[in-house]
């Protein structure tokens, strides 16, 4: 039952996106292609574990799709438009053109990056969508409730539907108008692969991490001038560089401080060297996915952890405020600070993100360990207790666990 529940798991993840792509080219109905597709992986766990894990099960999965898609066509209406609309499934009429994009995933990800969404919903309706996180995976993503995420998908399809905004494939001059939206949609799902959110899944999600960066590598090709596509290329390549060297053999998180840097690989590195290096010698102004990137090369330069140019990540901190004035990307900004200037100093900035950043597990985590370096215990382990209930990385939790524990 277990291999059955994991080929279904698996399946999700690799096929999703397939079966959706095939169902909205065939039926031209996004909505209609996501219910499809849920009702098809609902049907695998309910046969396969009596039937057994088919040979092919993406092409089982979009077999039973497409036919739920019919079944459900037919119900709505007996009229013979719609008749003709389930024949589709059977049309022999050559295949709309693919348009610039070859790749399926790809390509459905630049049709749901519509201009005429809002960015957020635009993200997060896509992240659902081809992505296949879940409402609460994304939800963790944006810093923001299940139910407020859910509600913004909603939102997101019911704009899709009152203004017929066409699932057209995007032809190569749309491209660049839509990189934005589906860089960002590749940056949070390459997240949820380097640090899982939910608490019954892996630490980490190589499967997802390599999707990333496989997608913005083909969009790299595609617009190769593009400066913040070669800066989240570089910025994939540089953490997922790191990733054998991240969990412990107990499952456990590990800092980048106790990594063992001999287990990095070195041609990702040397690729997202090369990238940021080539970047640097336009001279055109860096992007925010350019400056993240400048500053995992700092990281990934230094032979050990007591090498690193902390004045030089500060002043890419410094340059990173300017494009995103985040408080995550302040709070990220604290940690530099306090190599330099001292924890003292770094916390007085962190605590002023309390209000901003309070349900959010990392900044409790960070003040944890910048109390602990004061020689504040107590509040250190109070901000620790926070930090792991709110944490959903079961790798981290047993990290903050082990750190809260060694306090006494």
Same mark, same amino acid.
């Given at each position: ?15 999703w996106?397939?079966?959706v792509a $095939? ?9 209609r ?10 049907t695998?766990?309910e046969?396969?574990?009596?039937d ?15 036919r739920?898609?019919?079944?459900r066509?037919? +119900?709505?209406?007996? +009229?013979?438009?719609?008749h ?15 348009g610039?994009i ?13 201009p005429?969404?809002?960015?957020e919903? !635009? ?8 992505g296949?996180l ?12 299940e ?7 909603? !939102? ?8 017929r ?18 860089l ?9 692969g380097?640090?899982?959110t939910?608490?019954?899944t ?7 991490? $390599?999707? $990333? ?16 596509v070669a800066g ?10 790191r !990733?054998?060297?991240?969990v ?28 940021? +290096? ?24 230094? +032979? ?20 995103d ?13 306090a ?30 360990a ?5 020689g504040r ?8 207790? !926070? ?21 006494g």
């Amino acid at each position: 039952m277990n291999d059955v529940h994991e080929a279904v798991t698996r399946a999700h993840h690799d096929e999703w996106a397939r079966v959706v792509a $095939a169902l909205t080219r065939r039926f031209g109905d996004l909505d209609r292609a996501e219910e499809a597709a849920a009702e098809a992986f609902a049907t695998a766990v309910e046969r396969w574990p009596a039937d057994g894990v088919p040979p092919n099960p993406g092409a089982w999965l979009t077999t039973t799709a497409t036919r739920k898609a019919i079944d459900r066509i037919r +119900r709505e209406d007996k +009229r013979d438009d719609k008749h003709k609309e389930a024949l589709m499934a059977h049309d022999d009429s050559p295949p709309e053109p693919l348009g610039a994009i070859d790749d399926d995933r790809l390509r459905l990800i630049f049709t749901c990056c519509h201009p005429a969404l809002g960015t957020e919903a !635009r993200v997060a309706l896509t992240l659902r969508m081809v992505g296949g996180l879940t409402v609460p995976e994304i939800a963790r993503a944006f810093l923001v409730q299940e139910s407020a995420m859910g509600q913004r998908i909603t !939102r997101a399809k019911a704009k899709i539907k009152a203004t017929r905004i066409p699932y057209r494939v995007p032809a190569a001059e749309d491209l660049p108008a839509r990189v934005s939206g589906v860089l960002a949609v590749l940056f949070l799902v390459f997240n949820e692969g380097y640090l899982a959110t939910g608490p019954d899944t892996d630490p980490v999600r190589p499967g997802l991490t $390599a999707e $990333a960066i496989r997608l913005t590598r083909l969009i790299r090709a595609l617009l190769p001038d593009d400066g913040e596509v070669a800066g989240l290329l570089a910025l994939m390549l540089l953490t997922e560089a790191r !990733r054998t060297a991240r969990v412990s053999t107990r499952g456990e998180l590990i800092a980048l401080d106790e990594q063992d840097r001999g287990s990095w690989d070195e041609v990702m590195i040397a690729e997202g060297h090369q990238l940021v +290096r080539e970047r640097l010698a336009t001279g055109v102004a860096p992007g925010r996915y350019q400056v993240l990137a400048a500053i995992n090369a700092v990281h990934t330069s230094a +032979r050990d952890a007591r090498d690193t140019d902390w004045s030089q990540v500060l002043a890419l901190y410094d340059q990173l405020v300017r494009l995103d004035a985040s408080p995550i990307v302040a709070l990220n900004r604290a940690i530099a600070v306090a190599e330099l200037d001292g924890p003292e100093v770094a916390l007085a900035a962190v605590d002023h993100l309390a209000d901003k950043l309070t349900d959010y597990h990392a900044y409790h985590a960070t003040r944890a360990a910048l109390l602990r370096r004061v020689g504040r215990s107590q509040e250190s382990r109070a901000a620790y207790d !926070r930090a792991i209930e709110l944490a959903g990385n079961t790798g981290e939790i047993a990290y903050l666990t082990r750190r809260r524990d060694q306090l006494g």
